[in-house]
């Protein structure tokens, strides 16, 4: 193994948990932004914090299929094979939320790769 | 908002009436998008804003006061933004940059000249991003590029980042209208 393994399995590694910690992060975002339309009119601070949000999703989204190309591939190891693998029904379970939240969906791709992994036959691809 | 505000709100309209051609920033003068540069550079990007911890920020130690965060815990932004692309993603080497070297990047990034500009409305609001590689001298797609983004005529900074598809990521984004490169390297 070479450096340049190395450092390509520790992204991998550093990748994948952090696509895991924003799709479970889903619920408690939701859950701030319905606090925010019950108040006044949107603060700055929670302006700014809403399209970083959607900004920085979108770069998850990209990373997520990145992840998606590494697992079809075979570039991950074992164990990064079965933390992808469980994050298959977190991606299809926040299908609703993402919606709701306005925010970039996962890919075709990710969401095909998701369903095998998952064993499901009805996906919801939104926009 | 700022008497600034004026002078920022004129720029940013001017900008906006531009053409959809790229490096164009129609009437607007060097001189004018330097001092708008300086200013989102030396006031916006380090003015301190309130941001909450999310799920990438809670379980790390604040970078400046030491203590373990929690969900929701108040928090700069410009910390919970190191915490979040630094330490959680790993966007930069965690052992070797500190808030501060985050901070001071974003900022060459925004002064550089060279940067990327590009404009888009983003929630009815102008928002302007500015983008560079990591390494001038080896401008492939391999190289970290790092984003910068703000509403100037709200004096709000979003966020800094690299993000993995590199300069494509910019005008990628579905969820955006209207953008246009300002000013963009070959």
Redesign the interface.
Known sequence: MDQGDIVRIAKLDRDLRSVERGLRNLPDVLTRRLEDRQGEAESDDRLADRLAFQDEWWNLIDRLDLLRIAYASGEMAAPQRRTFEALCPIILDDGPLIRDLGLRAPTPETLDVARQVAGRDIVTRSA | MSEQADWILAIVARLAVTSSVSNDPGDVSPSELRRLCVHLARSVLVTP????A???VAGHRHPERGQLMH?HDPIS?QAA?YV?HVL???EWDADTTSLSDYLAELSEVVLDSQSDLYLEQ??G?W?LTFGRYSAVEAEDEGEPYTVV?F?PA??????G?R???GRS?VAS???VHDGRWIRVTS
């Open positions: 804003r309130r941001a909450w999310d799920g990438s969900l932004v933004k979040k959680d993603d790993g983003d929630a609001h928002k983004s509403i709200k004096g709000l900074w979003l966020s980042f993000p993995e598809r990521y984004r579905g969820v």
